[in-house]
């Protein structure tokens, strides 16, 4: 298992952005497929996006609807660092969101599917 911690985690305007960062522990990240997931309150956790632990062609991305367009996940094998952009934040978007890693083929929308998980940090959008 990696050992995962997220920052980069505020409060911002709707139609602000913010950058996520989970910086992983560990020689074999690059092995891992990692992902975003988000959990507001009263709500069960859902997922963000994902990245193929493979990178370097469109099909290693992969997003929720409600985000796609507006979100970008983006990895630094060098840096054991997986990213994610938000950008034109909305209310809706206000969870804590969580950075997981997995070596599992499985369904990545799937929170069973991932064995690595951070402590989450919170993003706040305010209308």
């Known amino acids: 298992q990696v050992q995962l911690v997220e920052s980069g985690g505020g409060l911002v305007q709707a139609g602000g952005s913010l950058r996520l960062s989970c910086a992983a522990s560990?020689?074999?990240?690059?092995?891992?497929?990692m992902g975003w997931f988000r959990q507001a309150p009263g709500k069960e956790r859902e997922f963000v996006a994902a990245?193929?632990?493979?990178?370097?062609?469109?099909?290693?991305?992969y997003y929720a609807d409600s985000v796609k367009g507006r979100f970008t996940i983006s990895r630094d094998n060098a840096k054991n660092t997986v990213y994610l952009q938000m950008n034109s934040l909305k209310a809706e978007d206000t969870a804590v969101y969580y950075c997981?890693?997995?070596?599992?083929?499985?369904?990545?929308?799937?929170?069973?599917?991932?064995?690595?998980w951070g402590q989450g940090t919170q993003v706040t959008v305010s209308s």
């Open positions: 560990g020689r074999t990240f690059s092995s891992y497929r």
């Open positions: 997981a890693g997995t070596t599992s083929s499985g369904p990545a929308v799937a929170p069973r599917t991932w064995g690595s």
């Open positions: 990245i193929a632990a493979i990178t370097g062609s469109a099909l290693s991305t």
